[in-house]
């Protein structure tokens, strides 16, 4: 069921649809009468309905709280076109009504009579030609056949077969060659054919210039290193390749012992250690905690880099994830380090004192570094204290104690 809502107030703009001519119980119309009910709780409501052809009349209503219901039936569709309706309030002597609210009933196609007899006429006559079809053709295949029209004249005798001969064929195998052989009325004719001429072969052994690699002929099981590939033992390790020609990025190479050996050299003449220094044995804890000795282990020597005294040039860095921007001549005492980044000046030389605690110090430098007697700076030892010297921003020395 189709149902409709309208408040009691929007009767007056408001145009119901109620249907099409002929339908019966398919649309409720729902008024809200809050507003009237509010000021008449015990009021009965009727309506009344002015349809569009014909006198006015009560419609059948019911109350359903606030709301009157009003159920369209046939008898309210009983002609298409325009109509109004209006509610009323009835509470002893006191009526209240609505605005008028208007109303359409749609137009509907309703039989009116039968189906013409002409049409049943034609589907009868149909129907009877479309089942005497098959029995006409029958009949008139078997009249025709009865008349003698589907009898044509003879057809010309056949040839004497005496003369006629019965070809033979037979196939024989040896080997490889299989033989034909067919015997007809001019006599026997044989041929002889070969596998795999003409339709190849299923043997690879059978086939000629078969496939290479490196020149190896591809027959029976080649290995790699029959091919010429080189086996995991061949390859050198990058990391054992000497090369002292080593520049930026050729981190896979190292120096020889002498080109360690005069690197090492040449740092060591920037900075050298006097005579009367600190102990190797006392090292740890004068580096931790006596700046002015660790200052004066290490000494500018005469025609050494033109800096002022290195005592002036040493720098007590705190925290314990440093980052260090190193200044050419200069000196950085450094405490435990989880974390160490330096960066090195492109010329000159810097020392860097620092100490790798029960976790080791994960270091970050330039990788195009070079250092001495196979230093990795990725894997650094625990509980070790460190001294680098880097020059020219690409060479580098460590000394290490614990």
Known sequence: MRSVTVRLDDLRTTVLNLGFV????????????????????????????????????PAVIERDGDFVLWTITDSDLTHEGSGEIQL??????????????????????VPTGEIPEGID??????????????????????????????????????????????????VSKSGKTATITITDKHGTTTAQISDGEGGGTSDYSDLENKPQIAGVTLSGNVSLHDLGAASESDIPDPTSIID???????????????????????????????????????MTDEVQTSLGKADSAYQKPSGGIPLTDLADNTETISGTTPSITGVSGHR??????ATLSITAPASG?????????STPTVLTVSSSIKWANGFDPTSLEANTTYEINILDGEFGVVATWT
């Open 22 to 57: 002929g339908e019966n119980e398919h649309t409720q119309i729902r008024i809200d009468s809050k507003k009237m009910f509010d000021q008449y709780p015990t009021a009965s409501p009727s309506l009344t309905v002015c349809p569009p052809d014909g006198e006015s009349y």
């Open 88 to 109: 009323s309030f009835t509470v002893s002597e006191t009526v209240a009504k609505s605005y008028p609210g208007r109303f359409k009933v749609s137009r509907s196609i």
């Open 121 to 170: 006429d034609f589907l009868t006559r149909a129907g009877a030609a479309l089942t005497a079809i098959p029995e006409t053709i029958d009949e008139a295949l078997a009249e025709a056949k009865a008349s003698g029209e589907f009898d044509g004249p003879a057809g010309p005798s056949g040839q004497d077969g005496t003369d006629g001969y019965s070809p033979t064929a037979t």
């Open 244 to 282: 002292d020609t080593a520049g930026d990025g050729d981190t896979g190479k190292v120096w020889s012992a002498d080109k360690s050996s005069s690197l090492l050299s040449e740092i060591t003449n920037k900075y050298e250690k006097p005579t009367g220094g600190i102990p190797s044995s006392d």
């Open 349 to 357: 030389c810097i020392d860097v004192v620092f100490e790798s605690g």
């Open 332 to 337: 950085y005492i450094c405490g435990e380090c």
